[in-house]
């Protein structure tokens, strides 16, 4: 494998020219003066006239389908130029003797969904969704494998936000580096840094999902469908007059207002609902790993759905979703274009998608704090060494069984 001069440049901003501003998240300040070393380019490929490509949205990440797209990387790129890419990996990225910014090899990105209202603090949010994407070096298979909120973790030193190093929910990671003006580039740093501290793993990109901007994205793909495994009320929202609302503004209104609940079963869901569904925890029976199984199941929803419906094959189509998404994620391709990542994972499909529980699915603690078991560290042991698929084979109750 050619050794990469750099991974990335240490400063904010992007190799690939200035950032582009998203109106979903809060703009970060850009630090003056120059990027570090430039990464080495790899051997220019041929751009095949007619590329395939699919969208696993809500994880961000664009990877390929059997469905053709009318266009080049050109289209691609135009498609894509919407979403603002930033370092969110800063020290967690791959190092040159872990491939660098090559995509031959296996590919681990790190995907954070945070819950962003318009009255939130950029310094005061905690990534509640926390998400490792791989994909082995065959390049013909993606893995979802979500870190439970609660489990408890070292959040090493984080200088730039003054953080000294403590012990806390691993959660609470994004706060620790999105304080004192760190911003969610910060946040995203220093759960990165955490996360490869415990796992070991270190990333090939990142992106931070606005859970809020996913309504948009589904409601372009027109419904997606969800198989609701138990009765949820939704904690949320209730319908005034058959409308769906937040619980606040029903309120206001003074009328009589009727729990939302999503029943067991199997029905296409609006972009409002399936946003909603994905965002309950309290009220289900395994609390936060139901909610992390139905976060992928909504992230698999949406791949499918494109990949269906004939949105990969119209570029209009396309163009509105992927419109749509650069409201919704903020990207980090470590200096990688992103139609170099969709035209690397041409095999991967939305069927391909496969879901993974840790901790069997189920809380697991100490007594006095939640942590991950002996079978979860294995998982991300088999991460590391690219040998999840083995782990997976011998181990095949990790597997989700959500549709």
């Not at 199997?266 to 139901?290: I, V």
Request: hydrophobic share 35%; aromatic share 6%.
């Amino acid at each position: 494998m050619p050794v990469q001069t750099s991974r990335r440049p240490p400063a904010a901003e992007s190799p690939r020219g200035p950032v582009r501003a998203s109106t979903s998240i809060p703009k970060q300040p850009v630090k003056g003066g120059k990027s570090g070393k430039s990464a080495k380019k790899r051997s220019r490929r041929k751009d095949p006239l007619w590329a395939r490509i699919t969208l696993i949205l809500g994880a961000v990440l664009m990877v390929t389908s059997g469905a053709a797209v009318v266009g080049s990387k050109v289209l691609i790129d135009q498609a894509t130029g919407n979403i603002a890419q930033r370092n969110l990996l800063g020290d967690a990225g791959k190092s040159d003797a872990e491939g660098g910014n090559s995509l031959d090899g296996p590919i681990d990105m790190l995907l954070l969904g945070v819950d962003a209202r318009e009255k939130s603090s950029p310094d005061d949010i905690r990534a509640d969704s926390i998400i490792v994407l791989h994909i082995p070096a065959t390049h013909d298979q993606a893995y979802l494998i979500s870190i439970p909120r609660d489990t408890e973790a070292h959040i090493p030193a984080f200088k730039k936000t003054g953080w000294e190093g403590g012990t806390d929910k691993i959660n609470a990671a994004f706060q620790v580096g999105a304080r004192n003006g760190g911003g969610w580039e910060g946040g995203a740093q220093s759960m990165a840094q955490t996360i490869k501290k415990m796992t070991g793993i270190s990333f090939d990109g990142a992106a931070i999902i606005n859970f809020g901007g996913f309504k948009r994205v589904i409601d372009t793909l027109g419904s997606v469908r969800i198989c609701v495994k138990q009765d949820v009320e939704s904690m949320h929202m209730s319908y005034v007059d058959g409308k769906p609302m937040w619980n606040a503004d029903a309120k206001k209104t003074g009328k009589q207002r009727t729990p939302v609940v999503h029943k067991k079963g199997c029905r296409e869901m609006e972009g409002w609902a399936a946003l909603d569904y994905s965002r309950q925890r309290k009220s289900l029976k395994n609390g936060d790993y139901d909610r992390q199984q139905n976060q992928q199941q909504l992230i698999k929803a949406m791949a499918k759905k494109a990949t269906q419906d004939g949105t990969l094959t119209n570029p209009l189509k396309m163009n509105k979703v992927m419109d749509a998404a650069g409201e919704a994620f903020t990207l980090d391709t470590g200096g990688v274009p992103v139609a170099d990542f969709v035209f690397t994972m041409r095999g991967v499909t939305g069927n391909d998608l496969v879901m993974l529980k840790t901790n069997g699915g189920t809380f697991h603690s100490d007594g006095t704090r939640e942590t991950l078991s002996s079978q979860t560290l294995d998982m991300f042991r088999a991460v590391k060494q690219d040998k999840l698929a083995e782990f997976v084979f011998a181990n095949p109750e990790v597997v989700s069984s959500r549709e």
